[in-house]
């Protein structure tokens, strides 16, 4: 299924930057993925917590309510200084002729376990164009730099 460049949401990125709200992603926070249409328009540089999505989630049998675990969380250091952050087992949903096929990107997001607004937005993909588990199983693979990567 798609392999996905993802876009980091600027509050995220400041968070972690500044050390003010910044979290551990490897060892601490549950990291999911969620499936929006196309009705979503993303704020890269308001949006901050789940409940800034709206009611644009996919719905269709197989879907799992507000995404699926990406798990085994790795964070790597290469020789040159570049840092990458990416999962082993990325978010599946399986094969289902009654699923979705109107998904447009993939958001991830720490899920807390409460309220909406205290899901912290990570990244999210670019637009897919209406894909789906319809048609077959459906994975959201990272491409090949991570969920992302960040230079000295």
Known sequence: ???????????????QASGVGGYDLVTTLDVYCMIVISSYTVNQN????RDDLGANEVSGTGYTTLGNICDNP????????????DFDDPATWSYNAAGFTNGDKAIFYIKRGGASSADNLIAYSNTMGG??????????????????????
């Open 74 to 85: 790795t964070a790597t250091l290469d020789g040159s200084g570049n840092f990458s952050m």
């Open 46 to 49: 308001t949006h901050d917590f």
């Open 1 to 15: 299924m798609p392999s996905v460049t993802l876009n980091l949401y600027d509050i995220h990125r400041k968070k």
């Open 131 to 152: 894909v789906g588990n319809g048609n077959g199983d459906f994975t959201v693979s990272i491409n090949a730099s991570g969920l992302y990567t960040s230079a000295r």
